[in-house]
């Protein structure tokens, strides 16, 4: 296990520093947001519908742009540099690859061809074979219906692809969206051994986005919980596991019985008045 | 039977010149989901380049296709990145009317550049006439069928295999994941323009050595609508048949029908097409997951 606890003295892959986005100059979505992912590590982002985890996401990979948002204020550092404000395909060809929320496979290319498509920035073409290879070991389903039209797959099969594109293009950090998102329960169980396995046999380091933060939480090995646009709690997986708001609120655990909706917002205000 | 042979290799010959074209026109339909109504002044600039190129500039004519297919890839770059990328985000609306602008332009252009007066140049491709059983037909009419399909099948080819081809149909697809593969979307659409402009080039290149240099050869660009209405707008393959199909239709039809009807009998299968078919013989499916 190459558990990497965040030392304050180790050089983060990641790191956001108070970083402010606007969508349309007037929406205001992140409101200093601050977090760091160690090399080689995988980190999680939970928090409810709303609280910002996708336009994290997208700030980080420039996806930001095509939506109207922008990074106002802060900074964010991939590999000691500063990239918000970059291009898409920049940020990519620097190795940060977002598996965008919802699959979003190409469903009139083939199975084949959307892994070519998720190859597109890389420069050392030869070895693509070699990688695609690698990419059906890890789903042989995939393998199986290579010359498919991809809108023909299950959901499960798209998320597979989703992936798979994914490591296509060898990312250094791979930002993933709710891959749980419209799975069934056992499906969600497979891929995330699979990308749990990603992190450990090639090393890449991962930050996971996460409404099912019990899974998150037993693949990742430290995590952040967010709330309206910030940081509002931030551990390792086990110290989140252990923490009572979040075994409550994320986990839904909480030894106090059911609580009812205005206990849950007034938690969130306190939560944001405490940050 | 030695007329109907020869008008059918007339009608292809045709129809393969209206496939190039229309390939154009599908390439940027894949795209970015522009109609391109100034595909037919492409096609116009092709017979007008390789007339500058050989007449002149006296280039001998391997050159001069040459330096045609060169030019037209520049201006295809050069309407893409001036007239189309400024409205990039802009509803596709805007990008569709601004190209019955260029149209316009290209032809003003043409006009002024060339004159109005028609021209013509050595032909290139091998006169002469060739025997099939009993029947003649012209050499350049025959040749300029196999031409036009290598370099479609070289197109599909692209389509399927290369990175950018590839890229081109990710982004049809859909656009956002594109992106987030880092597929720049500015590149690809000056691909997709230079690669209409060039196939344009070839369709005119072929039809200004077999029938001459004249502005009439841009109305020619008006059989592009029923030919890929009949293909598919998004499909080669369907361009390519469209393009077969309509230019027999339009010989048969002028020569066993009625001359005069030859011209309006591509837009009655256009809108018969349009009732029965909307998306065409090859046209893409929408995807439903059951």
């Known amino acids: 296990m190459s558990r990497s606890e965040p030392a304050a003295s180790s050089e983060p892959l990641l790191a ?3 970083v402010e986005v606007l969508y349309d100059d007037v929406i205001l979505v992140l409101r200093g947001l601050s977090l760091r992912v160690e ?6 982002l939970l928090g409810s519908n709303g609280a910002g985890k996708t336009t994290t996401l ?3 990979s420039g996806l930001l742009e095509v939506e109207d948002g922008a990074v106002t204020d802060g900074a964010i550092r991939f590999d000691g540099h500063e990239i918000q404000g970059l291009a898409a395909d920049r940020i990519v060809r620097r190795g940060i690859f977002q598996v965008v929320e919802g699959r979003r496979v190409f469903e009139h290319l083939t199975v084949r061809e959307n892994l070519i498509a998720g190859a597109y920035t890389r420069r050392d073409r030869g070895r693509l074979a070699e990688d695609m290879d690698a990419v059906y070991e890890y789903f042989p389903r995939l393998a199986e219906r290579s010359a498919q039209a991809a809108g023909y797959l299950s959901g499960g099969e798209q998320q597979m692809l989703a992936l ?21 329960p056992l499906l969600v169980e497979g891929i995330f051994e699979i990308i749990r ?13 996460e409404q099912n933060a019990r899974i998150a939480l037993s693949i990742a090995d430290f995590g952040y919980v967010m709330e309206g646009g910030r940081i509002v709690l931030e551990g390792t997986a086990d110290e989140l596991r252990g923490n009572e708001d979040v075994r409550e609120f994320y986990l839904g655990l909480g030894e106090v019985g059911r609580r009812s909706y205005r206990d849950v917002k007034h938690y969130r205000r306190r939560k944001r008045w405490l940050s | ?3 109907f042979l020869q008008l059918t290799v007339s009608g292809l010959s045709t129809g393969m010149i209206y496939a190039l074209a229309a390939v154009g026109f599908v390439v940027i339909y ?10 037919g002044d492409l096609l116009l600039f092709g017979t007008y380049l390789i007339f500058f190129g050989i007449v002149q500039l006296g280039l001998p004519w391997t050159l001069g296709v040459l ?3 060169v030019l037209a890839a520049g201006l295809g770059l050069l309407v893409e990145r001036t007239v189309l990328r400024p409205l990039v985000g802009e509803p596709i609306i805007s990008m569709i009317m601004v190209t019955i602008g260029l149209s316009s332009v290209l032809r003003a252009l043409a006009n002024a550049l060339w004159g109005a007066q028609p021209r013509t140049f050595p032909s290139f491709l091998p006169s002469g006439e060739v025997r099939i059983g009993t029947a003649v037909v012209g050499a350049d009419r025959l040749i300029a069928i196999p031409l036009a399909l290598v370099l479609l099948g070289a197109l599909a080819l692209f389509f399927r295999r290369s990175r950018d081809g590839v890229a081109m149909r990710a982004i049809a697809d859909d656009q956002l994941a594109a992106l987030s593969m880092g597929i720049s979307i500015p590149r690809v659409f000056a691909v997709a323009w230079a690669l209409a402009a060039v196939t344009a080039a070839v369709g005119g290149m072929m039809l200004g050595s077999i029938v001459g240099v004249s502005q009439s050869v841009a109305v020619v660009g008006l059989r592009v609508f029923p030919v890929v209405i009949l293909g598919g707008l998004d499909s080669i393959g369907g361009a390519v048949l469209g393009g077969a199909i309509i230019g027999l239709l339009e010989v048969y039809t002028g020569a066993y029908i009625g001359h005069g009807l030859n011209l309006i009998v591509p837009y009655i299968l256009l809108i018969v097409v349009l009732m029965i078919r909307p998306y065409g013989l090859f046209g893409k499916e929408i995807i439903e997951r059951v």
């Open chain 2, 67 to 69: 330096l045609t297919l």
């Open chain 1, 197 to 209: 396995r990603i992190n450990e046999e090639s090393g890449t380091t991962i930050l996971l986005v």
């Open chain 2, 30 to 39: 894949k795209a970015s989901d522009v109609i391109n109504f100034a595909q």
């Open chain 1, 16 to 18: 956001l520093e108070n």
């Open chain 1, 164 to 184: 798979g594109r994914a490591l296509m293009a060898r990312p250094r950090l791979l930002l993933l969206d709710e891959p749980s998102l419209g799975l069934a």
């Open chain 1, 58 to 60: 997208k700030a980080i």
């Open chain 2, 1 to 3: 039977m030695d007329a």
């Open chain 1, 39 to 44: 090399p080689g590590s995988i980190a999680t």
